[in-house]
């Protein structure tokens, strides 16, 4: 299984960004699918979570200002971020927990992309 993420860049702060992930591979079913972030010198931190049914939750710092949402039918996960700060300043990374057609149920990351907010 491979996740793959992508959207990020650099942006000005108030401004906006949709991050995409599409995971591939031998895929039964993905149970909750997340977005990560972490910024330089800092952990890794939860941003949103979205279960196979759409509900989500958000981290504090991401109420009000994103949104996450998935297709079950693309095994696409994205996130929407609005009024963007330079606290955001990260790398934001997917995660999926998935149940490959084997029965193995595994955690999978993508890549990473890069989100740099200048202020």
């Known amino acids: 299984v491979q996740l793959q993420a992508s959207g990020g860049g650099l942006v000005q702060a108030g401004g906006s960004l949709r991050l995409s992930c599409a995971a591939s591979?031998?895929?039964?079913?993905?149970?909750?699918m997340n977005w990560y972030r972490q910024a330089p010198g800092k952990q890794r931190e939860l941003v949103a979570a979205v279960t196979a049914s759409g509900s989500a939750i958000y981290a504090d710092s991401a109420k009000g200002r994103g949104t996450i949402s998935r297709d079950n039918a693309k095994n696409t996960v994205y996130l929407q971020m609005n009024t963007l700060k330079p606290e955001d300043t990260a790398v934001y990374y997917c995660?999926?927990?998935?149940?490959?057609?084997?029965?193995?149920?595994?955690?999978?990351w993508g890549q990473g992309t890069q989100v740099t907010v200048s202020s």
């Open positions: 995660n999926a927990r998935v149940m490959t057609t084997d029965w193995g149920i595994n955690d999978y």
């Open positions: 591979g031998s895929i039964f079913r993905i149970d909750a």
